[in-house]
């Protein structure tokens, strides 16, 4: 299939590596006269996403830069967001600002105390999260976490000084003057009503724990193609591929927020087919090397 002409004109990218491109799911990579990538995207139709970035104006600059595109398709959308994810991350293309790797997370974790529940912004090294059961929400900051407890705060009626980010005197705190505390920092209001709006506000954001003992599979099909996602704690440990008969391991030590983010739907929500038994045929395929293989051979 040829490029339209009216889209080959505007830039200078090797048309041969425009025509191969399918209408497929996968991950695409514009590159320029240096060994990193420009760009790394993914799509479930490969050559429509690659030629509408072509036309987009705003987009003129990378195009200009751009003399080939390459791709790798997978067997469907969870392997392409995957793989989009881990190529933006180890190489960080000068035009990905999205999904570049996020060096330290927190969370909110709700303690009780002798009055109720106090919610505590901790580190990801403190909350051990994607294993612990009692996390809501992650953030790239301690600041972060404080201005969405703020946002709740206000939008549920809750006490400031009760959550640990105002004083109080024995009149209670601010918010009780302006009316946006209900008055459970001086007994107005009982305790528990106010520790279940809270926990009301929360619960939105709560962070799901590894719900299995051991690795699971994500297994996604394209005909008689097969590709299985082994995952465990939500850390993506790599793919096998029925095409290679491989595993192609994927390094990932530390909880990763948008590997996090591609998953929990998908497992949490039973919308993708899953594999819980480790005795299954390919399992002594994980154990063999394959780094270096792609599923598009």
């Known amino acids: 299939m040829t490029v339209s002409k009216k889209v080959s004109e505007s830039h200078r990218i090797d048309p041969a590596s425009l025509s191969a491109l399918p209408h497929s799911t996968g991950v695409y990579v514009f590159r320029g006269t240096s060994t990193l990538p420009l760009y790394i995207g993914k799509s479930l139709d490969i050559r ?3 030629l509408s970035h072509l036309r987009a104006a705003d987009e003129a600059r990378m195009i200009a830069q751009t003399r080939r595109i390459d791709y790798i398709e997978t067997a469907g ?15 960080s293309p ?10 330290s997370l927190c969370s909110l974790r709700l303690l009780a105390d002798q009055q109720g529940l106090v ?3 901790v580190s990801g090294n403190e909350a051990d999260i994607g294993r612990a059961p009692d996390l809501f929400g992650l953030f ?14 206000a939008e549920y009626q809750l006490c400031l000084a009760l959550l640990g980010l105002e004083r109080t005197t024995n009149r209670g705190c601010f918010g009780l003057q302006i009316k946006t505390c209900q008055g459970a920092c001086v007994g107005k209001e009982d305790r528990t009503v106010h520790d279940k709006r809270l926990r009301d506000a929360l619960a939105d954001l709560q962070v799901h724990a590894w719900p299995y003992r051991g690795a699971i599979s994500v297994i996604e099909r394209n005909g008689a193609w097969v590709q299985k996602h082994r995952v465990h704690d939500w850390r993506y440990l790599g793919t096998w591929c029925s095409k290679t008969r491989l595993f192609t391991k994927h390094h990932q030590p530390s909880f990763d927020l948008d590997t996090y983010k591609i998953l929990v739907r998908p497992i949490m929500l039973g919308q993708a087919e899953l594999e819980l038994d480790d005795q299954d045929e390919t399992r002594h395929n994980y154990e063999q090397a394959g780094d270096e293989k792609n599923c598009n051979s």
């Open 94 to 103: 000068l035009y990905n600002i999205r999904l570049r790797r996020v060096r």
């Open 140 to 153: 790239s900051s301690r600041h972060a976490a404080i201005e969405k407890l703020r946002h709740l705060a």
């Open 48 to 50: 429509s996403r690659v």
């Open 119 to 121: 919610p505590k912004v």
């Open 77 to 91: 959308e969870i392997g392409a967001l995957l793989l989009e994810s881990q190529m933006i991350k180890a190489y």
